[in-house]
Nanobody, 111 residues
Framework: QVQLLESGGGLVQPGGSLRLSCAASGIIFSRNGMGWDRQAPGKQRELVATITSGGMTNYADSVKGRFTISRDNAKNTMYLQMNSLKPEDTAVYYC?????WGQGTQVTVSS
């Protein structure tokens, strides 16, 4: 059974940074593409970033140049480095692997 656990969310000021982590189990980590979604109140869930098993990355236009997705196969962990955060980035962020999602971690960007 795939299990995903997000962590690293919190409250930050605009322009600040956070690094989210996703610890995965129940999969052969190195063979799977992964990604991060987010959902803000009243809005549709949005795919933020993806990373393939080969390390190729892709980003939503809204976060390009500010967010970086990465993975550490030895630790079965995926990361989302978020810089230059904006209030519009406020959302619950979810790790996804093969149609599985964790419980999410709250990111709030506010003064």
């Amino acid at each position: 059974q795939v299990q995903l656990l997000e962590s690293g969310g919190g409250l930050v000021q605009p322009g600040g940074s956070l690094r989210l982590s996703c610890a995965a189990s129940g999969i052969i980590f190195s063979r799977n593409g992964m990604g991060w979604d987010r959902q803000a109140p009243g809005k549709q869930r949005e795919l933020v970033a993806t990373i393939t098993s080969g390390g190729m990355t892709n980003y939503a236009d809204s976060v390009k140049g500010r967010f970086t997705i990465s993975r550490d196969n030895a630790k079965n962990t995926m990361y989302l480095q978020m810089n230059s955060l904006k209030p519009e980035d406020t959302a619950v962020y979810y790790c996804n692997v093969r149609l599985n999602w964790g419980q999410g971690t709250q990111v709030t960007v506010s003064s």
